[in-house]
């Protein structure tokens, strides 16, 4: 694929690929290990299948620095519409990079316990289960921080997606929706907890927006329009 002659379908192949591990990490490693409120059940499961636990931290780990690249493809596309914004939209990208990084001290924390090594001896297994337990409670919460961000960066993409004049503007406007999602559900989890699973079934429907731009890239592409070239001198006679 000749990145030169369409970069948004550059972008949105990037953008896909990258996307995977991500899914892995954050939504199928949780739901097969993770069974909330129960800590010796997700102990027992986290022994029974570690591959699995080391291999979504390892995706997670992956899937935050490869994304830098998507930025940077996303910047390139949009930059010609208004540069500010997208720098706004690349900084937004970029910062919550090393929160995500240095969360997974947590799964690993949980994963030393759960494993019992010699120096853990003088705590008892229930002990060590609760201790794994928090330390993936601060996981799930250092999410909820870092999900401002990838709600924040949304709405300067969605504005410059909406101003550009080569990707349709429903979904400039779908994105800008979608930037609301995870800042709302970040901030019901911190302070509301017991409508945590309300708001999010509010908000599910506004959080398809980043899947579709997504999809429209890889499929229909998109070509920045030519900026125009400085204006020639007027010839005087």
């Given at each position: 694929?000749?990145?030169?002659?369409?970069?948004?379908?550059?972008?949105?192949?990037?953008?896909?690929?990258?996307?995977?591990?991500?899914i892995?990490a954050?939504?199928?490693?949780?739901?097969?290990?993770?069974?909330h409120?129960?800590?010796?059940?997700?102990?027992?499961?986290?022994?029974?299948?570690?591959?699995?636990?080391?291999?979504?931290?390892?995706?997670?780990?992956i899937?935050?620095?490869?994304?830098?690249?998507?930025?940077?493809a996303?910047y390139?596309?949009l930059?010609?519409?208004?540069?500010?914004?997208?720098?706004?939209m690349?900084?937004?990208?970029?910062?919550?990079a090393?929160?995500?990084?240095?969360?997974?001290?947590?799964?690993?924390?949980a994963?030393?316990?759960?494993r019992?090594?010699?120096?853990?001896?003088?705590?008892?297994?229930?002990?060590?289960?609760?201790?794994?337990?928090?330390f993936l409670n601060?996981?799930?919460?250092?999410?909820?921080?870092?999900?401002?961000?990838?709600?924040?960066?949304?709405?300067p993409?969605?504005?410059?997606?909406?101003?550009?004049?080569?990707?349709p503007?429903?979904?400039?406007v779908?994105?800008?929706?979608?930037?609301?999602?995870?800042?709302?559900?970040?901030?019901t989890?911190?302070?509301?907890p017991q409508?945590?699973n309300?708001?999010?079934?509010?908000?599910k429907?506004l959080?398809?927006?980043?899947?579709?731009?997504?999809f429209w890239?890889?499929?229909?592409?998109?070509?920045?329009?030519?900026?125009?070239g400085p204006?020639?001198p007027?010839?005087?006679?």
């Open positions: 694929m000749n990145s030169n002659r369409n970069p948004g379908r550059f972008a949105g192949l990037l953008y896909v690929l990258i996307s995977i591990p991500g892995f954050l939504i199928y490693v949780p739901g097969k290990l993770i069974v409120g129960n800590a010796t059940a997700t102990a027992s499961n986290i022994a029974a299948h570690e591959t699995l636990f080391r291999l979504g931290i390892a995706a997670n780990l899937s935050q620095i490869l994304f830098m690249w998507v930025a940077l996303l390139d596309l930059k010609g519409v208004n540069r500010r914004q997208a720098a706004l690349l900084t937004l990208i970029v910062v919550p090393p929160i995500v990084l240095l969360n997974e001290l947590n799964a690993i924390a994963l030393i316990l759960v019992g090594a010699d120096f853990l001896s003088i705590f008892e297994k229930p002990q060590r289960d609760s201790l794994a337990m928090l601060l996981h799930s919460y250092g999410f909820d921080i870092t999900a401002i961000f990838w709600g924040l960066w949304l709405f993409l969605g504005l410059l997606v909406y101003r550009s004049g080569f990707i503007r429903l979904l400039g779908l994105l800008m929706l979608n930037s609301f999602t995870f800042p709302v559900n970040s901030f989890s911190l302070l509301l409508y945590e309300i708001v999010s079934r509010w908000m429907p959080s398809f927006a980043e899947l579709l731009f997504m890239l890889l499929i229909m592409g998109a070509k920045p329009k030519p900026l125009p204006a020639s007027a010839v005087t006679g």
